[in-house]
């Protein structure tokens, strides 16, 4: 790896990690280049800004999260496809909880010049989701299912790493799959579940 790479990578570790504490808006340059212990000069040159940087975190991490969804449901239909994603997305979580706490905060905000790079994961991530819940239950609405199970998946996995850390990722797992398949054999009426 060469000094550029490492410099980089430095910087986006520690940016990821405060900005999963503080928010984007509430962490400074100053604070990155203190944590990443670098000079202030290194995040421009490599960013150009820190709303470039905030983009490239965004960038890689929805890059990695996407190939990781798109490789558990290859070859996979239906809600077998369904329990493979949602078993990937909570070892995302696990792998990667800063990251996972910046999708959860930022993925709703508008107006941020990273916008574009957090609406990839709606795009391609919930996307994913979305190919498999139009297999599983085809009587749904495959994009808001989709969105559904990936954001229950989501919250369930940082509500078991902050609050619940002794339970194994399979509890986590089975209790997402058994909300999930319930929820959607229930009976509807005019579209609200009773």
Wanted: hydrophobic residues 45%; proline residues 3%.
């Amino acid at each position: 790896m060469d000094t550029v790479t490492s410099v980089r990578e430095q910087i986006i570790d520690a940016a990821l990690a405060l900005v999963a504490d503080r928010g984007i808006a509430a962490t400074s340059i100053d604070d990155i280049a203190a944590a990443a212990g670098v000079a202030k000069g290194s995040i421009f040159y490599n960013f150009g800004s820190k709303s470039g940087l905030f983009a490239a975190i965004i960038g890689e991490g929805v890059a990695r999260l996407t190939t990781a969804l798109g490789d558990a449901a290859d070859s996979r239909t239906g809600q077998d496809a369904i329990d493979a994603l949602v078993t990937e997305l909570l070892r995302q979580i696990c792998d990667h909880p800063d990251f996972a706490k910046l999708v959860i905060t930022e993925i709703f905000r508008r107006g941020r010049d990273w916008q574009e790079s957090i609406g990839t994961i709606r795009d391609e991530a919930i996307g994913t989701f979305a190919a498999a819940a139009r297999q599983a239950w085809p009587e749904r609405d495959p994009d808001l299912t989709g969105a559904a199970v990936f954001g229950a998946t989501l919250l369930a996995g940082l509500d078991w790493l902050v609050f619940q850390p002794e339970r194994s990722l399979e509890d986590v797992r089975r209790a997402v799959l058994a909300t999930v398949v319930t929820v959607s054999a229930r009976p509807t009426d005019q579209g609200i579940v009773e």
